[in-house]
């Protein structure tokens, strides 16, 4: 009945987000009484709901009868405007520092109270990383949340530093003054070193991108081991692959047609 209650008003669409959101990282592929658990639907409108998404490929069930994400719907998220954009002019930039550290390169956007990964570069036997294409990581203990943060608006840092964040390891930061000491360092630095904050063994460096009219618009990143890394040179090496990101969207904007959109609606150049 509780569940009921709860699933209660809510549109056709709405109780569709609730199902595909009980998707993340740790639950890559779900049962549907789980996924009623997880969503607050009662198993029958699940049912329903999965067996349309299943038929339009945006859920598919594996050998083992569990429910996944479709490739279809990977498929119409990778048109969504910002994340192909920037990924087209990214992906030069983040391939040379992935040849250059052999370990992960990540490009991260804003999205709610999380940051995005819409990116990533990696190479087998690197170090422990627990980031995922599609992910939403904590703004709080990644490069690129504490990046994007650090240039958000105050009632979004307001908002955020006012509720508890989880400690991932004892470097994590999480008490409220710190933070904001390490996001005014972000602004004056135009960087954020990461020692062991998500993973024990693991150092990220971040740096922000720009739109060619100033703002930040997304974090760029690498994640290396701990033992032996210099993070200045992978600040310079960030800085620079930073640059030639923001003058290719500027090349790109230049070049499309007036009806298509480089950036998101509110923040066109």
């Known amino acids: 009945m509780a569940m009921a209650h709860k699933s209660a008003g809510r549109s056709a669409l709405a109780r569709v987000l609730s199902v595909l959101e009980t998707f993340d990282q740790d639950n890559a592929a779900l049962t549907v009484s789980r996924i009623s658990q997880r969503s607050g639907l009662p198993v029958p409108t699940v049912y329903r709901i999965v067996a349309e ?18 490739v279809r719907l990977w498929e119409i998220a990778s048109r969504a405007p910002r994340a192909l954009g920037l990924r087209e002019a990214a992906m030069p930039f983040m391939e040379d520092l992935h040849a250059a550290t052999r370990q992960h390169a990540q490009l991260y956007v804003l999205e ?4 995005l990964v819409i990116e990533r570069l990696s190479t087998r036997g690197a170090v422990t990383n ?12 990644t490069t690129g949340g504490l990046v994007l943060l650090a240039h958000s608006s105050v009632n979004m840092q307001d908002s955020f530093l006012s509720a508890p964040m989880r400690a991932y390891t004892p470097n994590t930061p999480t008490d ?91 923040t066109d150049e």
């Open 130 to 141: 627990v980031t995922q294409i599609g992910d939403r990581q904590p703004l709080h203990a």
């Open 53 to 70: 998404l299943l038929e339009m490929g945006l859920l598919e069930r594996g050998s083992d009868r569990r429910l996944h994400v479709g």
């Open 112 to 115: 709610g109270c999380g940051a």
């Open 176 to 266: 409220p003054a710190e933070l904001r000491r390490i996001l005014a360092n972000i602004r004056t630095r135009g960087y954020v070193v990461c020692d062991g904050y998500i993973t024990p063994d693991a150092l990220g460096v971040g740096t922000p991108v720009y739109s060619p009219g100033g703002d930040v618009i997304a974090a760029l990143s690498v994640v290396v081991p701990r033992d032996g890394a210099q993070p200045m040179t992978h600040v310079r090496a960030l800085r620079v692959s930073s640059r030639g990101i923001t003058d290719a969207l500027g090349r790109a904007s230049q070049v499309r047609p007036r009806n298509l959109r480089l950036f998101p609606s509110g």
